[in-house]
């Protein structure tokens, strides 16, 4: 059992109640509620039995995974943690979310990153393929292709989650957001640091392709569709094929904000 | 029984003949093709059964599922009337689409339009947590990613499916046609009227960002890989990140045309 | 049997001691690598057996996937040359990638495209519908929309492997290396000849949209994000939406080095 | 919906209470109650969804088997009314079953008998082809055969349900009770009346055989192990084999006190 | 392919119009009988097919067990022929089988000597593990548990089919009929020669156990619920606890007849 | 862990033996050996893990048993050796089991006496309905009915498995040996102790029914077929229908020599 399920755990509890409330008032839901939440004593079950419940396939057994997930939740309880922040990263900053529980039971994106976390663990210890394994079901089961070495802090929001791309020597700090359809890749095929550094509270909009061992500065924002290949530095926005400066981001951390519009008159 | 299945059924009737010459043809797919549609009775049925099959999972049984789906149709025929204008839209835009049957079985865009269909009824009748349920099984299964609340007519095509994005507060007119890979995003994260709103005709291309509450004029068409983050009248073409007029519109609805090319020399 | 099973078979004797080693270190893929590779008797066996497992739904049975993929595999041998020239191809060009199993188990981009060239055989055969009903399956399975008619040649990487969308008249000749989200659409809803012609030792980047019978000459780069809606000669670079020539590629063959970085000064 | 289901129905009511308590007190059942019981407005919808579960195989879809469950129950009241009996029976009679949502959720024989039910209901309707597969899957779900032509009455106990074999002319009338690994067998192969007929009231023990077209009387007891070759008069005992008169029966309706001893003194 | 598919085959050539005409009346089975009959080009492939979907499970996947059949089937075409003779039995002595497609599809006897028929093919060609994995799925498919060494011959009937339970050194000669729940059974716990040698032309009614290396003389008759334990002499019948000679069978050879009853007066 | 899982578990090591030996030989079963036994820690793992794949349905997950039966395993020690005294038992008794992974992996008795084990500590914790849930489950899966209250010791062998029936009140002492299709049954419908004891020592043939609230002393012998309506003093042979004492029993310990037969010349 992870450190963070001792003493209190804030938001278990408070999903415990959402998904109570659920039960009664969808028979629907009934089911899979009381198999997926309900029945477990902890958060970190609750995951190890969701995340394995959609990465399982007919020739790799839910039980080996819900096992797997567990040895990991259980060896670092700074897994359990981060995806706790992920989970208030998006009741935090995603108007349509207002429970706890729903991004932990319905949110694609969030799915995706704490696969990836499992996974990192996995090839931190030197269990390279069982990772690559897990890099093929994460891209199959939500669309997103994260390399298993690649570096990802806590408190990220990805939003609606399909079609991220994340290279072996990319590195995201903590709390950043994360629009659909981004890639953050590498160019060439030299092996070596090649992918990009995010920055904390950075915002990258949909369909940001961000290419080359280059930096996003903290708090910059990247408008959606732009094509990032020089540095960014902090607290701009850039926007367009190949990306500009247009002027500076409208707060000190817009992964906080969310705001995706960007002023380009100044273009 | 939806009021739709009364009387005559051109559409039912005619996939009937498809399918029935289809399983004469390929011994391969006559199991599959008995089983989702020749044993049923109406259009209605099929849609439910099929439907079910692919948003099913360990966790959710499909008799569940199909059932929740009659539910809903047999409710409000005006959902079984705009799935049938939603294949009859891609029989007549679609040149590779030569059946009916082939959007029916076969097109990711119609299986998770008809799937929003179901869980937009729900949304509607104050099942929150089920649509919630069903808005992740359409993204897994489709990558296909509508909040429930969107609201979208009838005659439309999702060419292709995958990646499609839309928020809660947006509105599709009737006869719109849409590629892959676009976005109706809102921005920023106060709640309210914060999403696009697409009149009658329009045709946006493959991977087109639009952002936050503006209007896309009837008849208009967004040129591929544009993100537009102003209003856009009616019947012009726009193109580019950000999306800038290049021209009118070649014709009074894109939308049926299909055309996605644009004309960039007035640029 | 295929005939490229004959004799030696490189590639597979390489990927069996591959395995062989994985399953010594890594026990919880023990299962699955003794199922899907090591009980076969040869490569083409070995992928039957994974596609049928990627491809089975509850209404389709994997044994009938099974054998329709080695009745393709054991017709025309040229089918499995050009399967293991993609698992070259990855070798080669991306440097994640150390070993032959890794893109035969896990990238989804060589599962779409050797998915894509069984069905292009029944294509090619007469069996349109069975056709379609993989297209439909590649689609769910891999994000991956390839019309069943369209001409692909060996050797292709497909990086990443989702959102990938070629339509009925496109030709891809070998040696093309393509990243994720990348369309090559037609335009207009006439029939005939109305998809791109790439040439052999094209580099696409991420998020091209190539639309219209335009053809891609040898060796050029188009750079991510890039909207391309005229010829492009040989040996050029393009970039932007709508895509302009930039300079010339930095190398004969662009798809051999996946060098996506694109020098944009000369703009 | 059957008649049976209209205004009130008292086990119906009950077993939903019963189930509400067991979810309450045993989170691991939750989610099987909720999905087979609780979410379900009638009794005749309980049974459909139930047998489905446990006919289903991977050639033959859970939702074809409940819509056809629920037809037969739909369109002949009385199949429910049975059923409803069969529940009565077990609770009347078995000392170990003390709750209406035992039998209907745990007895394998209720569940055969009552997959004969629905079985014989369409045999009656001109459907053998399907009956036969139905008394295939009956056999092998809970190893009881029936032969779908049979006629069983109502208020009928098959305690522990394995082994039951019961041949196409052979006839139990109501309120019979009878143990494991019981033959109602014909004899020879000629077609014709040639199975036994099992008057009301009668025990039947555990192995008994009883071969041919003879009759066991109103009231009669079988001794278990017996092999019963000629009739039997009302309200004797019989045992042995092949089984001899040893005493009159110990009640009226053996049937309902199950005492399954019987004295040999007198042989 | 085995030999018994060259030129014709006439119990495959009736069993297919047996079961189109099927597939035309009863639109439930037509998905079952497709992909179970009608899409394959020999009896043995359906065989193959139709024992895989019995007995493979979560950890032993269908794929395998059919290749596994069909190698025994090609390698060894007697065992298709021996099936043949076994459906051929049921077809001629059961009353209530009126077609070659019944036995095939829907007995689950023939399902289970089918299954002794591979099993005792591999335990005959080194693979004990195998034999014994095999023996088990048998056993919980169909109720019947065959030491995987036993000798049975062709053209037997195994009635109604659960119980079944053969030594490892018992030996059955053709043209046996045998009802349900019948043993043959060894005693003690040394190994060697220990288990009953059934000649051919025996009919052995329901619940018969015959224990120890002792012979049922050809043409002999046991009545049901009999335990033999002396040998029995050619064309007699035996019956009670334990067995004894009570007159002459009734016939040369009592199987092929099946005429279960016995006269005791004599005794 | 339970505490028969410290230091050595010299059942387990040899386990693992075999198994790796198996794996090597038979290729087709290595995945499922895998799976099973060879990726797991410890004893009570593996059979947590195959009992579950065995009890699971698509109504109840196969990690939630998995966990369940885990959970008895680590609660009461006492339930992991009275199994491993179980295969201890058909590895001394049964000629045809040579390995201790034998009974483990493929025998129906083991399987259901190891559930029987897990389901008894249920029901002695106040959890009757999920104890009646697995009732119905390990009747369906391995034909065998025990009241979960019933009393078992350890160093049993269930022979071939089906058909086993016990009651509420039954006890069964330590190292006896029950063949198949016994049944230890109650008579009438009074609660309170009504079911057979069965001393430590005893044999039980095949098809034995033993009826009521009488002891079987120690060392007996029933011969197969017999239905056993008197109590049986210790060390003597009973035979028929009712049940004779015919001699003694021809060894102190009838269950360790497994000779079946009896002299009935007494009789």
């Known amino acids: 059992m992870s450190q963070s399920q001792h003493s209190t755990d804030h938001i278990w509890d408070t999903i ?3 998904v109570e409330t659920a039960v009664a008032n969808e028979p629907i ?33 839910a039980r080996t995974l819900m096992e797997l997930i567990r040895e ?10 981060a995806m706790r922040a992920d989970i208030q990263a998006s009741f935090d900053r995603d108007p349509a979310c207002t429970t706890f529980s729903t991004p932990l039971l ?26 690559l394994f897990l890099q093929n079901r994460i891209s199959e089961a939500f669309t997103v292709d994260i390399h298993p070495a690649a570096h990802i802090g806590r408190g990220i929001m990805l939003d609606h989650g399909h079609g991220f791309v994340v290279g072996e020597t990319a590195v995201i700090e903590d709390n950043v957001s994360i629009l659909h359809n981004v890639t953050l890749g590498g160019t060439g095929k030299e092996t070596g640091d090649r992918h990009p550094k995010i920055r904390s509270g950075v915002l990258i909009g949909a369909g940001v392709k961000i290419l080359g061992n280059i930096e996003v500065g903290r708090g910059a924002k990247v408008g959606a569709g732009s094509v990032v ?30 705001n995706q519009r960007f002023d380009c008159r100044g273009r």
């Open 16 to 18: 415990r109640q959402e």
């Open 72 to 81: 990991a939740l259980d060896a670092d309880p700074q897994i359990g943690e």
């Open 106 to 131: 319905y949110y694609k994106g969030f799915h995706a990153l704490a696969s990836y976390r499992i996974m990192h663990w996995l090839w931190q210890h030197g269990r390279q393929t069982l990772a």
């Open 29 to 61: 839901l009934a089911s899979f509620l009381h198999m997926t939440v309900l029945r477990h004593k902890s958060l970190d079950d609750v995951i190890a039995f969701h995340l394995s419940s959609k990465l399982a396939t007919s020739t790799m057994d």
């Open 229 to 258: 290949i020089e540095p960014v530095p902090p607290h701009v926005t850039v926007v367009g094929v190949p990306a500009k400066i247009v002027g500076m981001a409208d707060s000190a951390e817009p992964a906080l904000d969310m």
